[in-house]
């Protein structure tokens, strides 16, 4: 679930669009209409503004941005990594399985409003 922070004066929804690009590769159409899923509070404290937009999306061309790190821990050297290692479709189950347990509200929710 691509997200991050919203720039000051950023329109909520631009920024998921944004963030969705730099996390995955795909740019999404400004004109393909978002169904607003609401906000969740995670365990870490952080807020999460999450849309559903359907859309095609082939997992085997994910080109994920790199973010730095100091790795390993304490060594003072800055390593580089994706953000995101992977991706993949699946079914309501296995997604409850595979995705983080601060984020299970989320998937209910979209089964819950989008069938």
């Known amino acids: 679930m691509p997200k991050g922070l919203l720039a000051a004066g950023e329109d909520h929804l631009a920024c998921a669009r944004r963030e969705f690009k730099e996390e995955t590769g795909v740019e999404i159409s400004t004109s393909t209409d978002a169904h607003d899923l609401g906000i969740f509070r995670q365990p870490s404290g952080k807020q999460l503004h999450v ?27 800055k390593e580089r990594f994706p953000e995101v290692d992977r991706a993949g479709w699946f079914d309501e189950e296995q997604a409850g399985i595979k995705i983080t347990p601060g984020q299970r509200p989320i998937l209910a929710s979209f089964y819950a409003q989008m069938g």
Do not use: V
């Open 51 to 77: 849309w559903a937009i359907e859309g095609n999306f082939d997992p085997t061309k994910l080109k994920s941005n790199l973010f730095e790190i100091e790795w390993p821990p304490k060594s003072g050297r």
